[in-house]
């Protein structure tokens, strides 16, 4: 499979991946760009052991934690659409789930490993359990509990957290 090929079957997975990471177009443009100018000089690299669309991921994921210990000092404004409104659109549930995404975002963040990267590749990168189990060297039941437990406990602490408000 020769490079350009590589970029089209799969600019749409790193892209969405990031998007869902970040909750910003403009930062998944960006690092989507990033992510295949970096898989491209590296692409001898690559052994084969995990799928492609994980390995690409896995560097979208690492640019993505390296531009944010850049950034860290900015504060991100949320992407606008630019297009012309839904004039079926509700702007509250629109906020709320723009809202919600923010909170479970901020929660996923402070889980410990593995739980973390585990209901990123599931949520974000849209893995199944066996290729995200074969990530880790473990079984596809590992990451199926491993997963359940993240959500168990971003659920938990996010009820804390409304309590708390």
Request: charged content about 25%; glycine content about 4%.
């Amino acid at each position: 499979m020769d490079f350009e090929q590589i970029y089209t079957t799969y600019f749409n997975d790193v892209r969405r991946y990031i998007l869902r990471l970040s909750g910003s177009e403009h930062i998944a443009d960006e690092i989507t760009a990033e992510t295949f100018f970096k898989a491209m000089r590296s692409i001898g690299d690559f052994r084969g052991e995990c799928d492609l669309r994980v390995w690409l991921c896995q560097i979208a994921k690492n640019c993505y934690y390296s531009h944010q210990r850049k950034n860290r000092h900015l504060i991100s404004a949320p992407d606008y659409p630019t297009d012309t409104p839904d004039p079926d659109a509700n702007p509250e549930n629109d906020l709320s789930n723009r809202e919600d995404a923010a909170q479970i975002r901020a929660q996923l963040h402070t889980l410990p490993d593995p739980y973390k990267e585990v209901f990123m590749w599931r949520v974000l990168a849209e893995l199944s359990f066996a290729q995200i189990g074969q990530l880790f060297g473990k079984s596809a039941n590992w990451a199926c509990v491993t997963f359940h437990r993240a959500k168990a406990m971003i659920q938990n602490r996010l009820e804390v957290e409304n309590r708390e408000k």
